[in-house]
């Protein structure tokens, strides 16, 4: 393991779409490679004069620096593409394993899991199939109360019931929390609606309301703005999704053009420059 072959593994990553294949130890290689430049610099810096002032030790410095630099560019940019690849393999279609390391190997696995077990959540709210088994529940909450046997005021039958229904509220939350990159990307447009909706006043008579309703179902939804900025992307970014409903892959020195409401959070996290 050296510097021009992270440089090449950096170079070949971003010009395909695709993983490239790289072999299952390749980040612990590129760790027993860094700390072995470390232990050669303080040997470097025992039988220097001057550690600040050797040409050695900053030479080693500066290959440290960027084989860290080069590597999590690396992972930044592959870890985009086994997200993909898993969402690809939990939808049922025949997603490539071959060519990850062993902590993507990992990774993957794990986010297969995860979406298929979300996406089962997400199917049982929809079918209202935790409703049903909650109507079960509390059937037999009230059967037990009437068993002369059964206590109903027990305080571990009441845990466990409080515990049911947090579990079953974590599940429906984490099925429809939105990203957080993915909020901080696309912008919040309907965080102006929600205002005005708070701020209009409720004390309106019925025929007001009736009108203001159906002036608004005939109303077309708004657009998001047309305008487009470029930008030079200063870092890798990955695939993001425009709010012109396009996909765009950003990596470090692409110059591309994107709507206003995308490129101004990637100009405020420093993640890009306006060229215009």
């Given at each position: 393991m050296n510097l021009d072959e992270l440089r090449s593994v950096q170079s070949k990553e971003r010009s395909k779409d695709s993983l490239q294949h790289l072999r299952e130890s390749?980040?612990?290689?590129?760790?027993?490679?860094?700390?072995?430049?470390?232990?050669?610099r303080e040997r470097a810096a025992e039988r220097a004069d001057d550690p600040f002032d050797s040409a050695e030790v900053n030479r080693l410095t500066d290959e440290i620096q960027t084989a860290e630099e080069v590597v999590e560019a690396i992972y930044e940019r592959?870890?985009?593409?086994?997200?993909?690849?898993?969402?690809?393999?939990?939808?049922?279609?025949?997603?490539?394993?071959?060519?990850?390391?062993?902590?993507?190997?990992?990774?993957?696995?794990?986010?297969?899991?995860?979406?298929?077990?979300?996406?089962?959540?997400?199917?049982?709210v929809l079918s209202g199939?935790?409703?049903?088994?909650?109507?079960?529940?509390?059937?037999?909450?009230?059967?037990?109360?009437?068993?002369?046997?059964?206590?109903?005021?027990?305080?571990?039958?009441?845990?466990?019931?409080?515990?049911?229904?947090t579990a079953k509220s974590d599940s429906v939350s984490e099925a429809v929390r939105p990203s957080a990159e993915?909020?901080?990307?696309?912008?919040?447009?309907g965080e102006d609606d929600a205002t005005s909706s708070t701020d209009e006043?409720?004390?309106?008579?019925?025929?007001?309301?009736?009108?203001?309703?159906?002036?608004?179902?005939?109303?077309?939804?708004?657009?998001?703005s047309e305008e487009r900025t470029t930008v030079r992307i200063t870092r890798d970014v990955g695939e993001i999704l425009g709010v012109d409903d396009r996909e765009y892959e950003?990596?470090?020195?692409?110059?591309?053009?994107l709507p206003a409401e995308n490129a101004g959070p990637l100009i405020q996290r420093d993640a890009a420059e306006k060229l215009d």
């Open positions: 390749f980040y612990a290689d590129v760790g027993s490679y860094i700390r072995n430049l470390r232990e050669e592959r870890v985009g593409k086994v997200v993909k690849r898993a969402s690809l393999s939990a939808a049922g279609i025949p997603a490539d394993e071959e060519g990850l390391t062993n902590e993507e190997q990992t990774l993957f696995a794990d986010l297969v899991h995860r979406i298929e077990a979300n996406k089962s959540t997400v199917l049982d199939t935790e409703s049903d088994e909650g109507s079960d529940d509390t059937t037999e909450s009230t059967t037990a109360s009437s068993d002369p046997g059964t206590t109903a005021s027990d305080p571990s039958n009441q845990a466990d019931a409080t515990d049911s229904t993915a909020t901080a990307i696309a912008g919040n447009p006043p409720s004390t309106a008579d019925e025929t007001s309301t009736g009108d203001a309703v159906a002036g608004a179902e005939n109303d077309p939804e708004p657009a998001f950003l990596a470090s020195e692409d110059v591309v053009t």
